[in-house]
């Protein structure tokens, strides 16, 4: 979600992991496109796309940014909070169903397919919370060394990705 009420927000967890990789990895700065309501990252081999819609419209930026960029639904890599994955955790997904993820629900839909990648990152507490609870909570002090080691596997996944394939990736972001 766009807005600084929702910044560091579990549900911002994805936007704002995505924002931090390219700054890392020394990629393209984001320029805002009104066109597709979404900052944008171009760069020669990967296209990075933060909608500044609400996360349950996020298919309004991902499908037109993909049309225009003609990429390959397989080519995507949505990566968002999971609710059902305790924090610390993350998987990586082909060709799943949304889980009820507004997000992923939105993109599948703008899509007209499930066939995309999914980087799932957990955000559970080890105490179950409903999920309408718990995605606007923002991260406790002890979490943030759980979510430092997490980004680090990402980052990993993500590079992974771009160096080899999503099945290398997949074995390092899965594994626990």
Same mark, same amino acid.
């Given at each position: 979600?766009?807005?600084?009420?929702?910044?560091?927000?579990?549900?911002?967890?994805?936007?704002?992991?995505?924002?931090?990789?390219?700054?890392?990895?020394? *990629?393209?700065?984001? #320029? +805002?496109?009104?066109?597709?309501?979404?900052?944008?990252? &171009?760069? !020669?081999?990967?296209?990075?796309? @933060?909608?500044?819609?609400?996360?349950?419209?996020?298919?309004?930026?991902?499908?037109?940014?993909?049309?225009?960029?003609?990429?390959k639904t397989g080519d995507i890599f949505v990566i968002h909070d999971d609710a059902d994955i305790e924090l610390g955790r993350a998987k990586l997904a082909?060709?799943?169903?949304?889980?009820?993820?507004?997000?992923?629900?939105?993109?599948?839909?703008? *899509?007209?397919?499930? #066939? +995309?990648?999914?980087?799932?990152?957990?955000?559970?507490? &080890?105490? !179950?919370?409903?999920?309408?609870? @718990?995605?606007?909570?923002?991260?406790?002090?002890?979490?943030?060394?759980?979510?430092?080691?997490?980004?680090?596997?990402?980052?990993?996944?993500?590079?992974?990705?771009?160096?080899?394939?999503?099945?290398?990736?997949?074995?390092?972001?899965?594994?626990?």
């Open positions: 979600n766009p807005g600084e009420e929702y910044k560091n927000t579990r549900h911002n967890i994805g936007r704002e992991l995505l924002r931090e990789w390219q700054k890392k990895s020394g *990629l393209a700065d984001f #320029e +805002f496109n009104k066109k597709w309501n979404a900052q944008i990252s &171009k760069n !020669r081999n990967i296209i990075l796309c @933060l909608p500044e819609t609400f996360v349950n419209k996020s298919g309004n930026a991902v499908a037109p940014a993909a049309r225009f960029y003609k990429i082909y060709n799943r169903s949304s889980a009820g993820h507004k997000g992923v629900e939105s993109v599948r839909r703008a *899509l007209k397919t499930e #066939e +995309f990648w999914r980087v799932r990152l957990g955000v559970q507490k &080890k105490r !179950r919370v409903e999920a309408m609870k @718990l995605v606007l909570q923002k991260f406790a002090p002890p979490e943030q060394t759980v979510l430092k080691k997490l980004k680090k596997k990402i980052f990993s996944g993500l590079s992974l990705i771009l160096e080899k394939d999503p099945e290398t990736a997949m074995n390092e972001i899965n594994r626990s």
